[in-house]
């Protein structure tokens, strides 16, 4: 089941939004995991979710960080 998004958050895209603005990426990055989640602004539908290690930058360093963002959303 894919989470809601925050209040506030627009499901849809403005008129006359560019069709590449379509895709919507959400990332909870933190000490020991990080998560991104992908919605399609236009049909409204969740198209999935990445998991990763930390992107904190002090456990991880910068690279590390760096590298799980990446693989997060890959």
Same mark, same amino acid.
């Given at each position: 089941m894919p989470p809601d998004l925050p209040?506030? &958050?627009?499901r849809t895209l403005p008129p006359g939004a560019p069709a590449d603005d379509r @895709? &919507?990426?959400g990332i909870d990055g933190g000490g020991?995991?990080?998560t991104?989640? @992908?919605w399609d602004a236009v049909t409204e539908m969740y198209l999935g979710t990445g998991?990763?290690?930390s992107s904190?930058?002090?456990p991880?360093?910068?690279t590390g960080a760096c590298e799980a963002l990446?693989?997060?959303v890959a």
């Open positions: 209040a506030g &958050v627009a @895709l &919507v990426v020991t995991r990080t991104a989640h @992908l998991h990763a290690g904190n930058i002090q991880a360093g910068v990446d693989l997060a």
